[in-house]
């Protein structure tokens, strides 16, 4: 299977020569094109994209606030195409795969796409984001010292400082590519190099619970829980957010609230 890009970019001519060189190498499937920010959040939501050609400054928005406006468990590759070199480093803080200034020659949006799938691949083959996860899980037990976790705090180490955050703060937490994001109450975002299962047992608190492989929930927060026709269940927290209970974790999520 081919994997799945979507351009998105307020120039008409722009998303033409994406889409054509994309299609004359023919190693992406472009599933869609945008021309508003607006159109783009809706349609990397419903269709999620493996990948994303995303300019900096779009009609309504920036690229930067479609991103953070995305709702997936695992937000696609994003590829910045901009004429606007100063947001290079801000886009790396978003952990884009690449940034190409606008003129581009061919050659260097292949060399791009051709490192994409090369990651596709091997993720597909040895099971790359698996077998990441079991790794980070051995190095967390060898590093136990640098981690404190109380009553009430749980440690954060980046670069050489270490952050404490609040227990009870903590909203959810996403994974996002190698890293995981740990949102506060306060609006903050932590990055962590860290597994899922690794930080959930450093919080040592039945208030959390995994809800999706690539979601942790503080229960604290749960405003609603909404389940349709089909047996899907989705929770809403306290700043409307919507998240997926995955089948896998429906049962033991159910039990924790003491619903059916």
């Excluded at 920036?62 to 910045?80: A, H, M, S, V, W």
């Excluded at 860290?194 to 995994?210: A, C, D, Q, V």
């Excluded at 349709?228 to 999520?253: A, M, P």
């Amino acid at each position: 299977m081919k994997i799945s890009a979507l351009i998105v970019d307020d120039e008409n001519l722009a998303r033409i020569r994406i889409k054509k060189i994309i299609e004359k190498h023919g190693l992406l499937n472009v599933i869609g094109d945008c021309s508003t920010g607006k159109n783009a959040i809706e349609k990397i939501n419903a269709l999620n994209p493996d990948v994303v050609f995303l300019d900096i400054k779009i009609k309504d928005m920036t690229g930067f606030d479609i991103i953070e406006k995305i709702n997936l468990p695992k937000k696609p590759i994003f590829i910045f195409v901009t004429a606007y070199n100063e947001f290079a480093l801000k886009a790396f803080d978003y952990f884009a795969f690449d940034y190409l200034l606008k003129p581009f020659k061919e050659d260097r949006l292949i060399t791009t796409i051709n490192k994409i799938v090369e990651q596709k691949h091997q993720e597909e083959i040895s099971g790359f984001q698996h077998s990441l996860e079991s790794i980070l899980d051995i190095v967390k037990e060898k590093q136990t010292t640098e981690y404190h976790v109380n009553n009430k705090k749980i440690s954060i180490k980046s670069g050489n400082k270490i952050s404490f955050i609040d227990i009870d703060s903590i909203k959810y937490i996403s994974a996002s590519g190698y890293y995981v994001e740990i949102f506060t109450m306060d609006n903050k975002k932590y990055l962590l190099r860290e597994s899922l299962s690794s930080i959930i047992n450093r919080l040592n608190s039945n208030n959390f619970m995994r809800i999706h492989r690539s979601t942790i929930i503080n229960s604290n927060f749960i405003n609603e829980i909404i389940t349709s026709n089909y047996g899907e269940t989705d929770v809403k927290i306290s700043d409307n957010k919507i998240f997926r209970v995955s089948k896998g974790y429906k049962k033991e999520f159910q039990e924790m609230m003491g619903v059916k």
